[in-house]
Every structure is written in C-alpha cells, then in structure tokens.
C-alpha cells in the first residue's frame, strides 16, 4: 500500500537558518503530494502542494518539488521565523480513494 | 467563505459510554472526510461520504461509524468508548473529486476517562 516517510524530528533552529523537512513516498502509480501545516491547537492547513513529477509547490517561503525519480517531496525554506514553528506533515493522494495518507509529522520550533 | 467547522472543540467522556461529533464543511463542498489523530498512530483515515453515501473506508473497527446529511454535514459516532479512543477528530472537505485539496477543521478533542 501507500507510505510516507518523513525525517524524525524535533527539528530545532534559529532565526533565519534554512530549513530542509525530507519526504519520501511509496506508491504504485502517480500520486498527488501535499505538505500540511499544523499549528498549535489547530486543525491542518495546506501548504502547497504538486500533482505531477517535476513540479514545485510554494507558499509563504516555502517550496518542495515533486521528484518521481527519487520518490520524494522535500520541504525547503530559505529563512525560517519563530513564527514557522509548527508540524509539518508530508501527505500523498493516490488511485480511486479519496483519503489522504500521511507522514508522522515532523515538530519544527524556530527560536529567536 | 467560512471554513469547515467542527463541533463540539473539547470533550471529556467516560469507557463505555458513546460520543457523537459534528462537521459542516465548506459551503459547496459535498465530500466530508474524518481522520483520528493520536501521539502513536498519527493521523489515519476514518471514512469519507459524498452526497450521503460513503465512498471509501478505513481499517477501524465497527464502532466507529458515520453519516452525512442532505446539506453535506456529516456526523461521526463512536460506540463503547474506549481508553484508546482518546484523540482529536479532524474533518475535511472538499467539492468531491478525486485528488481534491483537502481542507480541514479545527478538530474535536476527545479524551476518554
């Protein structure tokens, strides 16, 4: 079946650094990838997201592209704020069914 | 537009008892998804209803049903609560085609005493 996998975090920064979250999926056909946002008692908030190989999502800073190659959706920011501090989960959408699978979410906590 | 809207946010039940949680999607949307979010398990797929039937289903077990209504809003119920119940409930909504961004909820928190 379909599989995500992100890095384990908790991942801890500072002001301004750059930020790398790694993705990898497993899935027998084309999958649609998406990066949620989830912020302190919050529900999910789409990030960006890509429906085909090649493509890069953006928002806010943020981007990943969709690499078929490598079966992976990682996600970069150039300059991370305390203000990005949140869960990132990576997710893919796949066939006939109309769930989302989801990566364990990755803690990211940018100090000042 | 408003957001999808979850109802009630917080909630505190005792085993055995039974919980029914509220989702009104996004107006126009006609597709009402729910996952469980747990510290362990993450977040994993319940079921998901369109036009008042649902469409796919995830691997929990019976008591764990749902149903949606003519205006889209759906309902989850859980029977014989559980300690392991203990979660936050999110829904999703989308308009009702395949691959569809999913928009989510704020979430109902669960836990069960």
């Known amino acids: 079946g379909n599989s995500v996998t992100q890095m384990e975090g908790p991942v801890t920064l500072s002001e301004e650094a750059f930020l790398t979250i790694n993705c990898t999926y497993t899935?027998?056909?084309?999958?649609?990838l998406f990066w949620y946002v989830q912020y302190p008692g919050e529900g999910l908030q789409l990030l960006l997201k890509a429906t085909k190989a090649d493509d890069k999502g953006s928002n806010k800073g943020f981007e990943a592209t969709y690499r078929k190659e490598t079966t992976s959706f990682h996600l970069e920011k150039g300059s991370v704020q305390v203000s990005d501090s949140a869960v990132y989960f990576c997710a893919l959408h796949e066939g006939s069914n109309y769930k989302l699978t989801f990566g364990k979410g990755t803690l990211l906590t940018v100090n000042p | 537009k408003a957001g999808v809207t979850q109802t009630p946010r917080y909630l505190i039940k005792t085993r055995g008892q039974q919980v029914t949680l509220s989702c009104s999607p996004i107006?126009?949307?006609?597709?009402v998804s729910w996952y469980q979010q747990t510290p362990g398990q993450g977040l994993q797929f319940l079921f998901e209803y369109f036009s008042e039937t649902q469409r796919n289903k995830g691997n929990f077990p019976g008591r764990f049903s749902g149903r949606q209504f003519s205006n889209s809003r759906s309902e989850m119920n859980v029977s014989t609560l559980e300690l392991g119940d203990s979660a936050l409930y999110l829904c999703a909504s989308t308009a009702g085609g395949l691959g569809e961004t999913q928009y989510f909820g704020p979430g109902t928190r669960l836990l069960v005493l």
């Open positions: 899935a027998t056909g084309y999958p649609s």
């Open positions: 107006s126009g949307h006609r597709s």
